[in-house]
């Protein structure tokens, strides 16, 4: 499978422990793109990178989420101190990163599922 | 600033046809893409508008107005498989996120 990788696909910790989530993207995308998602919402735009450049960051990921790429191919999103309200899916996507139709396109991996308790 | 609007249900026929409309409001346009998403599962890319008019994709269609800021899914024949969330999202200028709807929820009746 060639898709959008995403690495665990659940996971369960206490509030105030740090998680990690990886992504690897469809080889040869130079962006990619991490979202959260809650129940009956559709996805919340958290961050995103071409090759291993942060382009930009959502006014809402508080300074507990970090982000990095540091090779232009898999990221890892790191949440410290979780919270409950933490507790979403969160989706990694990636686009080729040219311009017009499908080289802007952005193809989604499962998600990991995140649950604070 | 950004406001994407979409009926929250939907149901269906199987056999029939449907429309989920989408209106937008946001700070620039450059694109508006529909994803569907079964339930527990990722969003899978459906279709993508940047000019006005209609793109058709086998028994997918999306339609484009930017002067209205409105977009419509069409799915013809519809299939039991149907069922699944639709979600409307639009890229604005000078970015490459995307700010997503709440999504349709489509439910196919036989």
């Known amino acids: 499978d060639t898709g959008v990788s995403q690495d665990p696909r659940h996971k369960i910790t206490k509030r105030g422990q740090n998680v990690t989530f990886r992504c690897d993207p469809i080889?040869?995308?130079?962006?990619l793109y991490w979202y959260r998602q809650t129940l009956g919402q559709g996805p919340e735009f958290l961050t995103y990178?071409?090759?291993?450049?942060?382009?930009?960051k959502s006014r809402l990921l508080s300074d507990r989420f970090s982000a990095e790429r540091p090779k232009g191919s898999f990221s890892t999103l790191e949440i410290q101190r979780t919270e409950q309200g933490d507790s979403a899916m969160y989706l990694c996507?990636?686009?080729?990163?040219?311009?017009?139709?499908?080289?802007?396109?952005?193809?989604f991996g499962p998600g990991t599922r995140l649950l604070v308790l | 600033g950004q406001n994407i609007d979409q009926p929250t249900e939907m149901t269906a026929t199987e056999g029939a046809i449907v429309q989920i409309n989408c209106t937008y409001q946001?700070?620039?346009?450059?694109?508006l893409f529909w994803y569907q998403q079964h339930a527990g599962e990722a969003p899978t890319f459906l279709s993508y508008?940047?000019?006005?008019g209609l793109e058709e994709k086998g028994r997918f269609s999306s339609f484009l107005s930017r002067s209205k800021g409105y977009s419509y899914l069409l799915l013809k024949e519809l299939q039991m498989k149907d069922s699944a969330s639709y979600l409307c999202?639009?890229?604005?200028?000078?970015?490459?996120?995307?700010?997503f709807g709440t999504g349709t929820r489509l439910q196919v009746f036989p």
């Open positions: 996507a990636s686009s080729p990163g040219g311009t017009g139709g499908l080289q802007e396109t952005q193809y």
């Open positions: 080889s040869e995308h130079n962006r």
């Open positions: 990178f071409q090759n291993e450049a942060q382009l930009e």
């Open positions: 946001t700070s620039g346009f450059n694109g």
């Open positions: 508008n940047v000019l006005d």
């Open positions: 999202a639009v890229r604005g200028y000078n970015t490459d996120k995307l700010i």
